[in-house]
C-alpha cells in the first residue's frame, strides 16, 4: 500500500503506555531521532498498518469473542477523518464484554452499522437511548438482543436540569440511592449472584417504585424541550430497559464501562486529530482493540504484539484462538524449561 507523505503525518501510531492510547507518528519520529535511532516517519507508517495487517485475525477473534457475549456494551464516538480541504466525520464503534474489548471504524452512525455488527446475536446489550441500535433491540421477532438502560445517562440529564429546574435534585436523590443499593452489593462482595438480585428485589424496585410515581407526576410541568422536560421524557421513554437490572444481578446500572472504553479516542483525537484516510482509521480500530483486550487480562501489549508478529508467520491459521489475550501465554524465556 503507498501512501503519500501527508497521510502519514496524521495517522496514530506506536502506543502510549502512560495515556492508553497511540502517539501521533511525528512525536515517534522525533522519540526515536533523540534516541540516536532515526527512522522515516514513512517506515514508520509502513510498520503501523503492516502491523495490523498482520494482526487481523486476532482482531476478528476479540470482535467475535466480544459481539457474541450476552452481556454486551456498546456505544460510539466521533473520530474525524483527512480529506480534501476538510475533515470527514467518521465513527468508531465499540463493543465491549468482560472478555473483549472491539472496536470498528465506519464512516456512518446509521442503525445499519449496528445490524452489520450484531443481528443475530443473543442476549442483553447496555446502551444509552440513541435510536440506532433499535434496529437490533426492537420487539421484532428476528431480533434478539435486549436493551438494557443506563441510569448514568438518566442522571445526567436531570443533573443538566438542575440550574433551571431545582426540583430536578429529587430525581438525583432518587436515583443516588440505586447506586448506593449497588455499592452497598459491592462491598459484601454479593455482586452478580442470588442475594445481589434479592437486595435489588428488595430495595431497588422500592427506590425505582417512587422514582416512577415522581417521574410520572412532574411529566406535562415542563416543557418538553427544556431540559427538565428533556430528562423527564428521556426517563419515562427509556422505562422499561432503565428497570432491566431488576431482573438480572450481572446487569450493571450504567453503560460506563463502554464510555471508559472510548475515551482512549477522546484522548486520541487530541493527540493525532484525525486519521489520514478510513483504512488508516480501520486499522487503528484493530490495533487499538487488541492493546485494550490486552489490558483488561493483565496482558502487556508490547510483549503480546511484539511475540505475535512472529508467531503468526507460522501459527496455524486454525488455531489462531489459542493466541487471542484470554489464552496467549509468553513464550519461554532464556532459563525457563522448553
Not at 8 to 17: G, L, N
Not at 210 to 228: C, F, I, N, V, Y
Amino acid at each position: 500500500m503507498q501512501l503519500a507523505a501527508g497521510e502519514c503525518d496524521v495517522i496514530a501510531c506506536p502506543w502510549d503506555a502512560s495515556a492508553g492510547s497511540f502517539q501521533p507518528l511525528y512525536r515517534i519520529e522525533k522519540m526515536m531521532q533523540r534516541a540516536g535511532c532515526p527512522i522515516a516517519r514513512s517506515t514508520l507508517c509502513s510498520f503501523f498498518h503492516r502491523g495490523a495487517t498482520l494482526l487481523a485475525p486476532i482482531y476478528e477473534g476479540i470482535l467475535d469473542a466480544a459481539k457474541h457475549d450476552p452481556y454486551l456494551h456498546a456505544d460510539e464516538t466521533r473520530l474525524p477523518v483527512q480529506a480534501k480541504g476538510k475533515c470527514l466525520q467518521g465513527w468508531i464503534w465499540g463493543l465491549m464484554s468482560k472478555r473483549a474489548i472491539a472496536y470498528t471504524f465506519d464512516e456512518s452512525r446509521k442503525g445499519a452499522v449496528a445490524k452489520t455488527l450484531l443481528q443475530g446475536t443473543k442476549g442483553f446489550l447496555v446502551i444509552d437511548g440513541y435510536a440506532g441500535y433499535n434496529a437490533v433491540t426492537s420487539d421484532d421477532d428476528a431480533v434478539t438482543r435486549t436493551r438494557v438502560g443506563c441510569w448514568a445517562h438518566a442522571r445526567r440529564k436531570f443533573f443538566e436540569a438542575l440550574q433551571s429546574a431545582p426540583e430536578a435534585k429529587q430525581a438525583l436523590c432518587f436515583i443516588v440511592e440505586l447506586y448506593r443499593i449497588e455499592h452497598r452489593a459491592a462491598e459484601s462482595n454479593l455482586l452478580g449472584t442470588e442475594a445481589h438480585l434479592t437486595l435489588r428485589d428488595h430495595d431497588s424496585r422500592a427506590v425505582l417504585a417512587e422514582l416512577e410515581t415522581w417521574l410520572d407526576a412532574q411529566d406535562g410541568r415542563h416543557p418538553p424541550k427544556s431540559a427538565m422536560g428533556n430528562a423527564i421524557g428521556y426517563a419515562i421513554k427509556q422505562r422499561p430497559a432503565l428497570r432491566r437490572f431488576l431482573d438480572d444481578p450481572k446487569l450493571p446500572l450504567d453503560n460506563n464501562y463502554a464510555e471508559r472504553g472510548l475515551r482512549i479516542f477522546a484522548l486520541g483525537r487530541k493527540n493525532f486529530l484525525f486519521a489520514g484516510h478510513v483504512e488508516g482509521a480501520q486499522n487503528l480500530a484493530v490495533l487499538q482493540s487488541i492493546v485494550s483486550t490486552c489490558r483488561l487480562h493483565g496482558v502487556n501489549p508490547y510483549e503480546y504484539i511484539k511475540d505475535l508478529l512472529i508467531r503468526m508467520q507460522t501459527h496455524p491459521a486454525a488455531r489462531t484462538d489459542e493466541l487471542l489475550p484470554w489464552n496467549w501465554k509468553p513464550p519461554p524465556g532464556p532459563g525457563d524449561p522448553q
